[in-house]
């Protein structure tokens, strides 16, 4: 049987979501350790979309097989039993087996969330990204309206990114400040490593005036990684939904009040 399950997780103490061999302390690693003492055998799982260290997310989907019978409802409680308060299981169903929790996703929706004022935060400390300089969201949005289409997002990809292709496709990209707060959501095809984090930087240097507004399109233009800018903090970062056909029925359920 093939199974899927909604995750979410704060990703603050982390190596981000792969298991890697250097650094077994990752999500994916506990999440694997949880299910496989619910099915009694080892399972390996597969996400819909890779997080880096630091990042959260809300709308993590993964898929894994088992020989393991068991109501649905036993994987979410059990798996989240023998897991640590910082991740939890938010649903379980099968599926058929033509569904990957990575291949068949359509789209991926991150939300970047920037809190903009004078003083550092304590209760959302490594729950959004901090920047004391004045940011105008209205200069943010309008540098963020080339990035829209298809485009060759070599200059927003890290230099060590293995992907084959630099081409992706941005459906939505919106900057708009509510309060302190100055929320970045970005909807692709697909993501580059790092794409989210160096598109935020370079916005929030635009946001800040120290660059013009026309800059995100050069740097876009310039198929370069050094021509942008910083890459930006992981803190802030959210991986609210991943979208796949309707003919696997993957639920979307809303994500927490405090990314949303």
């Known amino acids: 049987m093939r199974i899927a399950i909604g995750v979410e997780y704060d990703g603050s103490r982390y190596g981000g979501w792969q298991a890697q061999s250097h650094d077994p302390y990752t999500v994916q690693a506990r999440v694997q350790q949880a299910l496989s003492r619910i099915a009694a055998h080892p399972v390996e799982v597969i996400c819909g979309g890779r997080t880096d260290a630091g990042v959260h997310a809300s709308g993590q989907v993964i898929h894994f097989d088992t020989t393991a019978e068991r109501p649905m409802h036993a994987w979410v409680m ?131 005036g120290e660059r013009p507004v026309e800059w995100s399109r050069e740097v876009l233009e310039s198929r370069d990684r050094s021509a942008g800018g910083v890459t930006a903090q992981p803190w802030g970062l959210y991986l609210v939904r991943i979208d796949y056909p309707e003919e696997f029925g993957i639920p979307q359920l809303p994500p927490p009040a405090l990314v949303w």
């Open 78 to 208: 059990g798996g989240n039993s023998h897991l640590p308060p910082d991740i939890a299981l938010r649903w379980a169903q099968p599926v058929e087996e033509g569904f990957h929790a990575r291949f068949s996703a359509r789209r991926r929706a991150y939300r970047y969330v920037i809190l903009n004022r004078q003083q550092r935060p304590a209760l959302l400390a490594r729950k959004v990204s901090y920047d004391y300089r004045t940011l105008d969201a209205a200069r943010m949005a309008a540098a963020a309206l080339p990035l829209l289409g298809e485009h060759d997002f070599s200059s927003y990809r890290a230099v060590a990114c293995q992907a084959r292709s630099p081409v992706r496709t941005i459906h939505r990209l919106e900057v708009q400040r509510q309060g302190e707060f100055i929320l970045l959501d970005i909807e692709a095809n697909g993501f580059l490593h790092h794409m989210v984090r160096n598109i935020a930087g370079v916005l929030l240097a635009i946001g800040a």
